[in-house]
Structures are given as structure tokens and as C-alpha cells.
């Protein structure tokens, strides 16, 4: 798994110097034929074997949206062990303060999102499902910063609400049995995001980036 995320990053930092050489064929396209939008993974949650992808797109100058997705289905039923996950969040964001010289998506931003998921976790012979979606929202504050000319690093917090029904269960004689249901209602962080962005589309770079020729 780790080598597959590596993967990824090397091809996306590869595209992303083949787009910024003048004589690139890749060049063209990312400034013609794609809306200025920023992709991104969580690298948090690749760590964790979550595979996740991610899209920011800028509304005007100070405004975006942002939609994320992972999911992740291990397992191995010979030693009950499941690491089982899929959902994501949408967040509607600003970017305040002076964005002279800036990236649209490149600063301080404070945003409101609402996310669901649904999970099956399971180690050393007790289980924690959710059955049903567990959902919820809360307030996002973070910081990106630029790393490269289409390449930034995004650092987000949320903290909100997350509700839904849990199952609790063991495994006994190849099957397994139901313990407890319980209701939950957290409050707390509910987003730890350290997400690697690259920025695509027509003049979608960071200025202070940029090469002097």
C-alpha cells in the first residue's frame, strides 16, 4: 500500500513539472482544457491505509467548495481483524485577509462542513460497527501553504458533532455475536486533514512560486 500512495505522488510531482516546461504538450492542456481546481489526498488518512481523493474548487476570489471521499474495505477473517470505511465531507469555505500575490486557494481559511461515514472495525475479537451512516458537521479552520509552483500542503482542523448507531460484537465459534448497541454522540474534532494539493487549470499556480526568468 505504501508503495502504491508513493506512486501517486511521484506522478503527480512528474505531471506537475511537465506542465510548468514551456515546451511540454501537458503544458497546453492544463492551461486550456481544465477549470482552475485543486486535487488532493488527506495524506493522514493514506497513512492509515485510507486511500481518499479530494477536489477544491475556487468560487470567485475568497470562496470555495471543497469535496472529499475515502474508503478502505481489509480485511482478514482468519485472525478477525477488519479495517473496513467509506465517506466523506463537503465544506463551503472563505479565505480572508489581503489576497494580493496569492492563489485564490492559498492562506488562512475558516469554513462549515457536514460529513457522513460508515465503518466495521474489528481487533483482537471485539467489533465496533456503524450499521447505518453516522453523521454529522462542524467548523474547519486551516492553513495552505505553497510548496511548489502547482503543488501546495493544506493543514486542516474541524470540530463539530458526529451521531449515529454503533454495534458492538465479538466472535465466538465462526460466527459472530451481536453485545451491545449504543447510540453515539460525540462532540470534538471530527477532521485531522494534512492534505498534499495540486493545483490545475489556467493560470491556477502560486505566485510567489513562479521562476523569474
Known sequence: MSRYI????????RLTAAAGSPDSPCRGCMECC?????????MISDLALIPNIGITVPLGNRWAVDLSWSYAWWSNNMRHRYWRTY?????????????????RL???????YGQM??????FGGKGRMGPKWSAGGGIAYGYTLPIGQRLSLD???????????????????????????????????????????????????????????
Open 155 to 213: 493543514f486542516t482542523i474541524g470540530i463539530g458533532y458526529l451521531g449515529g448507531k454503533q454495534y458492538r460484537y465479538y466472535p465466538t465459534g465462526g460466527r459472530y455475536v451481536w453485545e451491545s448497541t449504543r447510540n453515539i454522540n460525540y462532540i470534538g474534532p471530527t477532521r485531522c486533514e494534512i492534505s498534499l494539493l495540486w493545483l490545475i487549470g489556467k493560470g491556477n499556480v502560486n505566485p510567489s512560486k513562479i521562476r523569474q526568468e
Open 106 to 112: 492559498e492562506g488562512h481559511h475558516l469554513g462549515v
Open 117 to 122: 461515514v460508515t465503518y466495521d472495525f474489528e
Open 87 to 103: 465517506g466523506g465531507h463537503a465544506e463551503i469555505r472563505i479565505y480572508p485577509g489581503n489576497r494580493d500575490n496569492k492563489n
Open 6 to 13: 508513493l506512486l501517486i505522488l511521484l506522478i503527480i510531482v
Open 34 to 42: 481544465v477549470p482552475p481546481v485543486a486535487l488532493r489526498t488527506n
